[in-house]
């Protein structure tokens, strides 16, 4: 809902839970009024006649306070606007007019010569959409910084505490917590694609819990090269700001009649603890961000870490039989299907498949596994090239590259320039010639590298290859999904390298992390679920002893209810398992296509977190709710704590499918439920219906 004020000059956005106002003095400054609690147009007048702090001259009275601080003027934050001309530099804008846009969004149109520059406000659950358009109708300008917006935290006591989702490659997504002090806390890529080092997310709270207290959370939607930056400012008020680009050194050059939008940045608050703020950003990535989100996803069968590059047609064609035999009901070829793909040493680029692997193309196997029941999936990596390949043999410059510099080989691959028309046309050919050439229903696409000599001998302003990488990718996605509605897609980057608000609108699902140990794995997915659901959370039961990363040992049962609590899937060596494996893991299977509805569309309560002993997760869909639990180590014959249960009734009864226990309501959220967990890496999954 939007409100705005008679006098045109103050608006207010609200939500079920929550509100977001502003303000425009008579000199035409966007000040910030309010983010949390539901108040009414009344409350944002007040506030707005407040009058600012006296701070002169060594302090700004608008530092802090303002909705999108630009560059120049009296100011002295980080500015969110950095633009210049061949004459000057900065920006002094005068208000044009605010515009009432479908769907609720707020439109504030501000001009500075012939810069056009419309901020861009939605209210979307309790989530505030933010996002700014450069539209320049007069001479060139360059933007040097343009962020999506920039969030205003309210004046409190006791200090902020700041949670962001740090990592690296196999080791994504780990929550860390950690007291803000005053200057600047800066996290972002500058890799070109979103990175496995930080998720585009950050969290701030003074004193809650896992289920109560304030939380304001920022998430980009960006997936290429961003920056977030938290401020603490000398008089304690908190910024951040973010936006696509880590360096203020040039995002784009706008010549006369051209245009460009920013990212969304969101921010939502919540008074509900880190769980109500996860609950919160899942339901509205379910509800306007994610696809088909009501769609369930299947439970998948990977081949990578069963026969990485060895493959063949047969021995696909083994697996795909054990797969659908336990239940699996996707069956993804992962690399090396295509030219000449034997290691990671060659064939990205050429992308139809391996004459000698896969004699009559993929649509043999294809057709089989179909046989089968199961939906048929391949592996990609199309902004990708290895130097020995056809594509880089004709066409050694369509790669990013510096003049006269080495071309930096990492997996003995280089970054294709997407911003190129005929990359990208090339690109479009050769996967919707894929796509139609055999039954395929789901495309797994990888980025295994990051950006390193990102230049563009022959374009004038190479600087642009960064942004256009990632709009040229979008489009490429978006008319690949148009082409091909039924074919759902991963986002995938050596794992969780490329996880973020704005890959997630055109994918199906994530691949998580290459990490798939299974303990390892609790800690990654506790942090991921921090702010993005289950629903897109793809996680693997493989071998034990684990081949890739620990050699470390654990059950089958561990394995599954680890990998239960997202996106199942199995990419183990089915070849190589027992019979009896198999007919577990085909009760596994079963048992998670069950609770699937649950999981998958479910509210996620985090129980406990993976901190070495028990940790639990609970999911509640309508009547029903399910826990999965795991006991990393029992230590000296410790009794287990029972699991205090979230999100049921308390004057109801819940029947435990597993022990037909009876349990009232109240008993389960206020004393717990007994898990029957012991030893070392136990783990179990406890259905409730309430009767
Ligand atoms: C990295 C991915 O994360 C893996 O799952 C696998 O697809 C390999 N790439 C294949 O090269």
Known sequence: ????????????????????????????????????????????????????????????????????????????????????????????????????????????RFRDGGLAITLHYRMRHDVVERWVSLDNEGPAVELLRADSATWTLPDREGGWRLSQLHGRWAAESRLVRAPLTYGEKVIGSRRGHTGHQHLPWVALDTDATEERGEVYGCALGWSGSWR?????????????????????????????????????????????????????????????????????????????????????????????????????????????????????????????????????????????????????????????????????RAHPDWVQYQPGRKRTELRNQLVLNLAREDVQEYLWEQLHALLSSAPIDYVKWDFNRCFTDAGWPDDPYPQRLWVDHVTALYRL??????????????????????????????????????????????????????????????????????????????????RFVSAMAGVLGVGGDLAEWTEEELAEAGDWVALYKEIRPLVQRGDLYRLRPPEGGLSAVQYVLDDEAVVLAWLQAQRYGEPVPALRLRGLDPAASYECRETGEVHRGAVLLHHGLRTGLRGDLDATVLRLRRI
Not at 32 to 41: D, E, V
Not at 94 to 107: I, K, P, S
Not at 321 to 330: N, P, S, T, Y
Not at 339 to 349: E, P, Q, V
């Open 1 to 108: 809902m939007l409100e705005i004020a008679d006098n045109g000059r103050t608006w207010i956005l609200s939500g079920p839970a929550s509100s977001y106002a502003l303000h425009l003095t008579e000199g035409d400054e966007l000040l910030h009024l309010h983010w949390g609690p539901r108040i009414g147009l009344a409350d944002a007048e007040a506030l707005a006649v407040r009058p600012l702090p006296d701070y002169w001259p060594f302090e700004s009275p608008l530092d802090g306070r303002e909705e999108y601080p630009v560059e120049g003027g009296p100011r002295f934050v980080r500015p969110a606007l950095s633009v210049r001309t061949d004459e000057r530099r900065g920006t002094e804008w005068t208000f044009e007019a605010y515009e009432r846009a479908e769907g609720g969004e707020l439109r504030l």
């Open 228 to 392: 977030i930056a938290v401020a603490e400012l000398p008089d304690t008020r908190v910024q951040i700001t973010g936006g696509a680009g880590y360096d203020d050194s040039g995002l784009l050059r706008l010549e006369a009649g051209e245009s460009f939008t920013t990212p969304v940045f969101a921010g939502l608050w919540s008074e509900g603890g880190f769980g109500g703020a996860s609950r919160a950003w899942h339901a509205y990535q379910r509800a306007y961000v994610i696809p088909d989100a009501d769609r369930d996803r299947p439970v998948l069968f990977n081949s990578w870490e069963a026969t990485e590059f060895d493959i063949s047609e047969e021995q696909q064609g083994v697996l795909a039989r054990r797969a659908a035999a336990i239940g699996v009901e996707l069956f993804v070829v992962d690399d090396g299907w295509f030219g000449k793909r034997t290691s990671d040493r060659a064939g990205l680029g050429d992308w139809t498949p391996n004459p000698d692997r896969f004699p009559g193309g993929l649509k043999p196997l294809a057709d089989y596994v179909h046989a089968l029941g199961m939906q048929f999936g391949i592996w990609v990596e199309p902004e990708m090239v290895n130097p020995d390949s056809d594509l880089y």
């Open 477 to 558: 996605l978006d008319r690949l999904r148009q082409a091909h509605p039924n074919v759902a897609f991963e986002s995938c980057s050596g794992g969780g390298g490329r996880i973020d608000l704005g890959v997630m609108s055109r994918t199906d699902q994530v691949w998580t992390s290459d990490n798939t140990d299974p303990l390892d794995r609790l800690a990654i997915q506790h942090g991921f679920t921090q702010i993005h659901p289950a629903r897109v959370m793809a996680a693997w039961v493989t071998d034990s002893p684990n081949t890739q990363l620990n050699g470390r040992v654990s059950s089958l049962r561990f």
